[in-house]
């Protein structure tokens, strides 16, 4: 059964820094993953997609990497803001492409 | 567009009380699903539909039932209500062979 652990479960940062969080999974037989944004009260929000054959995908200030065989995906966010403030949850979609598999979230407050 | 819709925002049950939550979505998706996201949890599938006219379980389907009435609804059906059944629920749909799933607001649901 897949697994998805998220670290770490809280991070506070002024604002400005640049941050890494951190998704493991159990299960390299992936589909792809996808990384969301989650706001308190609402629901998710897709931010990025990597495919199981890509490394990485960037979109503005957001980097995802994945390394598939040691079951892992990194999200790099530079030069963070308040408005980046907000729950990120990483999934991972088996090779059927029909199943999510969420992990706990990080809950990331940037403080002005 | 309005996306994906849930009803109703939100919802207090007493133990044994029934209820269904709707779902609807104007992207012209083929497939939806339901989750349940619980504190800490992450997302956790209850069922879903991969097209009009199927529904198979996910990950926790125990007490609970779904509908998929058309190719824009689809619906969850809570028989006999539980506390363990507390959540915040979400709707969600993708296009056929695409890989990005969207999400609605959710539901958030309380059994006393």
């Known amino acids: 059964k897949q697994e998805v652990t998220q670290i770490p479960a809280a991070l506070s940062v002024p604002e400005g820094e640049n941050l890494v969080l951190n998704c493991s999974f159990t299960d390299s037989a992936i589909y792809n993953l996808q990384w969301f944004r989650q706001d308190p009260g609402k629901g998710l929000t897709s931010l990025l997609l990597?495919?199981?054959?890509?490394r990485e995908q960037t979109s503005g200030r957001l980097n995802a990497s994945l390394d598939k065989s040691s079951g892992r995906s990194t999200l790099y966010i530079a030069a963070s803001q308040p408005g980046d403030s907000a729950t990120y949850l990483c999934a991972v979609i088996n090779n059927a492409g029909n199943m999510l598999t969420f992990g706990g979230g990080t809950r990331l407050m940037v403080k002005p | 567009n309005a996306g994906v819709t849930q009803t109703p925002k939100f919802q207090v049950l007493k133990t044994g009380q029934s209820m269904t939550l709707q779902c609807a979505q104007d992207m012209n998706h083929n497939s939806m699903y339901w989750y349940r996201q619980d504190p800490g949890m992450g997302l956790r599938l209850i069922y879903y539909s991969a097209s009009e006219g199927t529904t198979d379980k996910g990950e926790v389907p125990n007490g609970y039932n779904v509908s998929r009435l058309n190719k824009r609804e689809f619906s969850l059906r809570l028989e006999s209500a539980a506390p363990s059944q507390t959540s915040v629920y979400f709707c969600?749909?993708?296009?056929?062979?695409?890989?990005?799933?969207?999400f609605g607001p959710g539901t958030r649901l309380t059994v006393l």
């Open positions: 990597i495919q199981s054959s890509q």
């Open positions: 969600a749909s993708k296009i056929a062979g695409g890989d990005t799933q969207y």
